[in-house]
């Protein structure tokens, strides 16, 4: 069965201080890694997809990569407005992990 | 444009009672998801639609759950004899093509079911 899991389950940044989210993952035949944001009360909104290993796609301040075991995704001198929970899925996209919950400190 | 919207938004319930959610896909989108999402939880898939036939639904947990697309637009997930472990906030997405394992989700904001 696809597993996905994601590391830390909370993280505090000070505005301006750099980090990285971990996605591990076991699965037979990736079709994509996908990473999505979802603030309170709201559902996930698409980031990126990530197909294979060693592809790299950046969007603002988040940069996401891909290895055969493991996504990270890179946030670059993160804002408060950044505070939110990322969540990765695979395969499918039926499989989500349960997210790292970001915030980011004024 | 509009994206999906899910109908309540909240549903209070109580226990044994039957509970009907609705979804509204995005205009055009062919594929359409169910998933159930606990406190402090990812999304725990339900069921997929490409069109109007369920392809995948292997999420859902037992009989007591169905969903259904007549027409391959709006979705209703029917929930009978409600327990109150079913308390989840229930999501639907939708995404524009037949590639369903590639494609780009659209969420709607959910449906907060709280069964008492």
């Known amino acids: 069965e696809d597993q996905v899991t994601q590391s830390p389950e909370a993280l505090r940044l000070q505005e301006g201080e750099s980090s990285s989210l971990n996605c591990s993952y076991t699965?037979?035949?990736?079709?994509?890694l996908f990473w999505y944001r979802q603030d309170p009360g709201k559902g996930p909104e698409f980031l990126f997809t990530l197909y294979s290993a060693g592809e790299e796609k950046e969007k603002e301040r988040l940069k996401a990569t891909l290895t055969k075991k493991e996504s990270f995704l890179h946030i670059t001198a993160p804002k408060p407005e950044d505070s939110a929970t990322y969540l990765c899925a695979v395969s499918n996209q039926f499989y989500f992990g349960t997210g790292t919950s970001l915030t980011v400190i004024p | 444009g509009a994206g999906v919207s899910q109908t309540p938004s909240n549903k209070v319930t109580e226990k044994g009672k039957y509970v009907e959610l609705r979804c509204d896909p995005i205009s055009g989108h062919t594929a359409l998801y169910w998933y159930r999402q606990s406190l402090g939880q990812g999304p725990e898939f339900l069921i997929y639609f490409q069109g109007t036939g369920a392809a995948d639904d292997s999420g859902l947990p037992n009989d007591r759950f169905f969903a259904v697309r007549p027409e391959g637009s709006v979705s209703t997930l029917k929930i009978q004899r409600t327990e109150r472990g079913d308390s989840a906030v229930y999501l639907c997405?939708?995404?524009?093509?037949?590639?369903?394992?590639?494609?780009?989700?659209?969420f709607g904001p959910g449906t907060r079911l709280t069964v008492l």
């Open positions: 699965v037979s035949g990736l079709r994509g």
């Open positions: 997405a939708s995404s524009p093509s037949l590639a369903a394992s590639t494609d780009t989700q659209y």
